[in-house]
Every structure is written in C-alpha cells, then in structure tokens.
C-alpha cells in the first residue's frame, strides 16, 4: 500500500484526472504517489503542481537549484517526511556530483546542524527555514534582519520562503495521508532547459 486513502492508478482515470495525470507524469513515464495521493479531487493536484513548478523550478529564481533542494530536504527533516525527503535529497546529491560532500551536508543536515556545512547566507537561510517550520508562531521582523545581515537581498528571502511554505505544505499532505514512496522512481529532476 502506498497511502492511506485510495488512489487511482493512471490505467483507471477518466475524464479530468487523465489530463492532469499526463501534465504530472515524469520523463520516466509514472506518476509520482505525491500526484496520485491527489486522485479523488484532481483539481488539488493541478494546484500543487502549479505550486511546486513555481517555487522550486522557476527559471526566475536567482539562488542555486542545488541550494533550494537542500532547503527542501532541510524543511522535510525538520518534518520527519521520509518522502519529501528521499526525493528531493536524492535530486541534491545529484547536483552536487560530489559524494563526499552530499554525504557530509546529509549527516549535518540530519543532525539539525547546517553549521557544519554551511556558512554565510546560506547558513542563515536554513536556519530561518528551520524556524519557520518548527516555530512558525514565533517569527519575528529580527528573523528577516538576521538575513539581510548575512547579506540575503529580500528576493532570496522570499525564495527560500516559498520553498519552505510550499514543503511544509506537501510534507503535511504525504505525512497526513501515509504517503510512500512504494512504485515512485526516486531522484527525477527536470533540468533547466
């Protein structure tokens, strides 16, 4: 079983679902089980693809792909979504072509100490994705001085808030739904065209 609730199978769909099915289906021909958790209300899932293009995929965005799938994975830790998390690190370690370090940034990651990793901008910036996960009631105008002080302009910001919004959002589904990787084919990532 790959979720909680029934999902259809791509061979079973009709009317809308089959068009939104294809507009989400990989290069390597499946449906990913984030997609088909969505199968009894498709219109969510033209939503949430809309959503995910934007915010990680977008050509517009100015900080690294590399950088925004650790984000991604940092935010599912935090989480605990194993799903998000085989996904989108496994598209990091990709991009790093660099075993060593994708090892070493998953240790610290994992541990919750990006520190050992990460510096500057990019250290704040997953510290206030981390914040803004985990204490989201808690965020205060200092946490946007912090980044502007390790030299984040106001549109990275919003770039890596978007991603962590948009995580947060999608570990909530997998995790609230039972959501597996069971049938996904792990680590698909579109490249820049």
């Not at 939503?47 to 293009?53: F, S």
């Not at 990275?156 to 959002?169: D, P, S």
Request: charged share 25%; proline share 4%; with cysteine.
């Amino acid at each position: 079983m790959s979720a909680w609730i029934k999902m259809i199978p791509p061979e079973a769909a009709e009317g809308p679902l089959t068009e939104f099915y294809e507009m989400v289906t990989t290069p390597s021909g499946t449906v990913d089980n984030v997609m088909r958790a969505h199968s009894l209300r498709p219109h969510t899932m033209e939503g949430h693809v809309v959503l995910y293009r934007s915010v990680l995929h977008n050509p517009d965005n100015v900080l690294p792909f590399v950088f925004l799938e650790a984000v991604a994975s940092y935010t599912s830790i935090v989480n605990d979504c194993e799903y998000s998390l085989t996904h989108h690190f496994a598209n990091a370690r990709r991009l790093m072509d660099d075993e060593a370090r994708a090892d070493a940034v998953f240790v610290a990651l994992k541990a919750g100490r990006p520190e050992d990793v990460f510096a500057g901008k990019e250290l704040a910036l997953l510290r206030y994705a981390a914040k803004l996960t985990r204490d989201v009631g808690r965020m205060t105008k200092s946490d946007i001085d912090v980044l502007h002080q390790a030299g984040c302009d106001d549109g990275e910001i919003l770039e890596v808030n978007q991603v962590c919004a948009y995580f947060n959002y999608s570990n909530r589904l997998l995790n609230g739904l039972g959501v597996t990787t069971e049938g996904d084919v792990i680590g698909y990532y579109q490249e820049k065209s």
